[in-house]
């Protein structure tokens, strides 16, 4: 019986791939091979002043384009690879990447965009964090200011010490350093105390909730007034709809990513809207 399971598990190299197990020990064993060959792909999303629609900067996204699972979300492979430890090295290509594109963008005559990159606590963990960063940005001649890093609350409480003093190695070279998922982790207030945070990324779950749910509309409002008193910057992630967009203009927020703008896009694509150097609500909300 284990025999047949064993063989039936092995079956999923076929058209499709959806027994979780299956997918999981594909992705689990695929992933250095990936890297190899190139099928890991960043996508980015722009980040737009919601009053002119400007795009200000962009986040880089990671995806997978698996050649038997098609394109892997980072919800699906990013646990993953931070359980194994790959998060290292795909994290470092990462870094080259967006250099890669960032170089590109200069070379169309484009505007220099800052790039926002998520990192997790497994990357931080390595002694060598900061210089490696450094080391990639050097070789690849690309200026500090332009990078932002984004962590959740929850790496600021894991390994508070070591993570506390990296940032602000990052900052010191200009790196910008952003809370991501504001508001959904276990944590407390207090880092504010001890960090200089340079912006604040409200989580979409409270954005898509406005203004049918009081309380997140009430969270939303106050997190961007606190953010304005501590002169920190803020981010709404994960907007929407129209209605949202007005909410969040009347409570004097100033920057937002989200679908009603673009989703996440290829480098090609990007390269069109920063060309525009806009980035318009879509009047029709499809996706
Ligand atoms: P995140 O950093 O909070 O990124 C925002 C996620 O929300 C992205 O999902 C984005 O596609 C999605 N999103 C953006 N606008 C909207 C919207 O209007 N509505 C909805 N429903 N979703 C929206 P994605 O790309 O699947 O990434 C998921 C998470 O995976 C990221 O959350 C981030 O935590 C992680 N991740 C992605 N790339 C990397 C990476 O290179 N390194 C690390 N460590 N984590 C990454
Ligand atoms: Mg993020
Ligand atoms: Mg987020
Ligand atoms: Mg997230």
Redesign the pocket.
């Known amino acids: 019986r284990g025999k047949t399971a064993g063989k039936k598990r092995c079956q999923c190299y076929s058209a499709d791939v959806d027994h979780k197990n299956c997918r999981e020990f594909l992705l689990r064993s695929d992933m250095q091979k990936a890297l190899a060959e190139g099928q890991f792909v960043v ?1 980015y ?1 722009p980040m737009v002043n919601l009053h002119t629609n400007e795009v200000l900067a962009v ?4 995806r997978w384009e698996h050649p038997i699972c098609g394109m892997v ?3 699906e492979f ?1 646990p993953i690879m931070e359980e194994t430890g790959f ?1 290292v090295d ?2 470092k290509w ?1 870094v080259e990447e967006v250099c890669r594109c960032h170089r590109q963008w200069k070379k169309e005559g484009l505007p220099p965009l800052k790039v926002s ?4 606590s497994v ?1 931080f963990a390595e002694e060598s964090f900061v210089e490696s960063i450094q080391a990639i940005l050097h070789k690849m001649g690309f200026d500090p200011r332009h990078l932002i890093i ?1 962590i ?1 609350e929850s790496v600021l409480i894991e390994n508070a010490k070591k993570v506390i003093s990296d940032l602000q190695k990052l900052q010191e070279i200009g790196i910008m350093v952003a809370v ?2 504001f508001g959904t982790g276990f944590s407390s207030l207090s880092y504010l105390l001890t960090f200089n945070i340079d912006i604040i ?1 409200i989580d ?1 779950s409270f954005i ?1 909730n406005i203004p049918t749910n009081k309380t997140s509309t009430i969270i939303t409002h106050s997190v961007v007034n606190l953010a304005r008193e501590l002169n920190i910057k803020l981010v709404a ?4 709809s129209l209605e949202q967009l007005s909410y969040l203009k009347r409570f004097k927020c100033h920057t937002g ?4 703008y673009s ?2 896009i290829p480098q090609h694509k990007l390269i069109e809207v920063i060309a525009n150097k806009k980035c318009e609500p879509k009047k029709t909300q499809r996706f």
């Open positions: 996508h999303q986040e880089a996204l990671l979300s980072p919800a990013i998060i795909v994290g990462l990159i998520n990192c997790s990357q984004e959740t991501d998922d990324k979409g898509q992630e994960g907007i929407e990513q989200g679908y009603l989703k996440p």
